[in-house]
């Protein structure tokens, strides 16, 4: 049964980020009167297709993709071509997709609000503070609570680390409580030493009690239009903190994020929803670097025709470039498969 919902879960959800990211370019494209040939969901071989106007719908049997082929996106001579089209739209269209990717977020954080959610709430006490720390710095003792970050209560772990992590490297303050409440500053680090992490305090959850929790939609809307600008935030200073620790990212090919899908899903709807919005974010991200193959790699042409008042580059060598860039990629894909088959075979898991 584990596997089975696991399973489900994971190309629901594939099919929900996928089809929203086709979506923009399929819209934006035919608003720009730009020809769309087909419009697939997976990848070919095809399983069913059926014909509309100009353009093929099709259901394809590698289900872990999808595709909005145009006409002439590297040619302008064909008729209805992407590539004819002025700059500013062909910018438009192939973000239109990343961009969907970042507003799905909004809704699915939304309904996540409104959802009711367990969570334990309690007392978040300071047990350790490490030497030379910005704790220690900061006057912050053991047996300290902390009841607030920057006027945000503190109400369990996931509080603290969600806030300081949205902080890195920037000025808080934090409201501890004792036998008296005062309020401190101090600097979370990029690049903690191992095991005293960004504030340098080890901290339990005493008290700690089980509670439900949801919102009524006028307010579970905003908040999840703040959550979604604030996990781009986050996204943001993981990147900027693998150049500051010089570490490298965790990757997760198609096993690794079912895997993530079906831990998510076992932690109910509500979590589910929290983690299609991170996967649809992280698409985005993806989509955009210029890596030939992606939105990105075909955005970084546009911007170089641009750079060159006009002058394309010949269309065979950017088909070229693009065709080697999605080989590499497919490759680099398989790899990571590959470790983490071995990686559930030696027992390991993706979740720290």
């Not at 993709?65 to 064909?78: L, T, V």
């Not at 007392?123 to 003792?141: K, R």
């Not at 009841?147 to 303050?173: C, K, P, V, W």
């Not at 905003?222 to 490298?248: C, D, Y």
């Amino acid at each position: 049964m584990s596997i089975f919902i696991t399973i489900i879960a994971f190309f629901g959800i594939l099919v929900v980020v996928i089809l929203v990211h086709e979506l923009g370019h399929f819209a934006t494209a035919k608003l720009s009167k730009v020809k769309v040939e087909e419009f697939g969901l997976g990848f070919p071989p095809r399983l069913v297709s059926f014909k509309k106007g100009d353009t093929r719908y099709s259901l394809n049997l590698i289900p872990l993709g999808g595709f909005c082929r145009m006409a002439g996106e590297e040619d302008p001579k064909a008729p209805g071509s992407l590539a004819g089209k002025s700059i500013k739209t062909r910018l438009l269209v192939l973000s239109a997709g990343s961009i969907m990717n970042v507003l799905l977020p909004l809704l699915l954080f939304s309904i996540a609000f409104m959802i009711p959610t367990s969570l334990i709430v309690g007392d978040v006490m300071v047990n350790e503070v490490a030497p030379n720390s910005p704790a220690e710095e900061a006057g912050i003792m053991p047996g300290d609570t902390i009841l607030e970050l920057d006027g945000r209560e503190i109400r369990n772990l996931n509080d603290l680390a969600y806030n300081t992590h949205l902080n890195l490297g920037a000025e808080i303050t934090l409201l501890i409580g004792n036998d008296t409440q005062k309020e401190v500053s101090l600097v979370p680090r990029w690049d903690p030493p191992e095991g005293e992490g960004a504030m340098g305090v080890l901290v339990g959850v005493e008290n700690a009690t089980k509670t439900k929790e949801s919102y009524p939609f006028w307010e579970a809307i905003p908040k999840g239009t703040i959550h979604s600008v604030e996990t781009m935030i986050l996204f943001k200073n993981e990147i900027q903190r693998w150049f500051i620790a010089k570490e490298g990212p965790q990757v997760a090919g198609p096993v690794g994020i079912a895997e993530l899908t079906g831990e998510a899903a076992r932690s109910g709807f509500g979590v589910l929803l929290e983690f299609t919005a991170f996967l649809s974010m992280n698409l985005a991200i993806i989509n955009l670097l210029p890596i030939p193959g992606l939105d990105g790699g075909r955005i970084v042409f546009v911007a170089i025709e641009g750079i060159r008042r006009g002058k394309k580059i010949s269309p065979k060598r950017e088909g070229l470039v693009h065709l080697i860039g999605f080989t590499v990629l497919i490759l680099i894909i398989i790899l990571i498969t590959y470790q983490d088959i071995l990686r559930i075979i030696r027992g390991e898991s993706l979740i720290p």
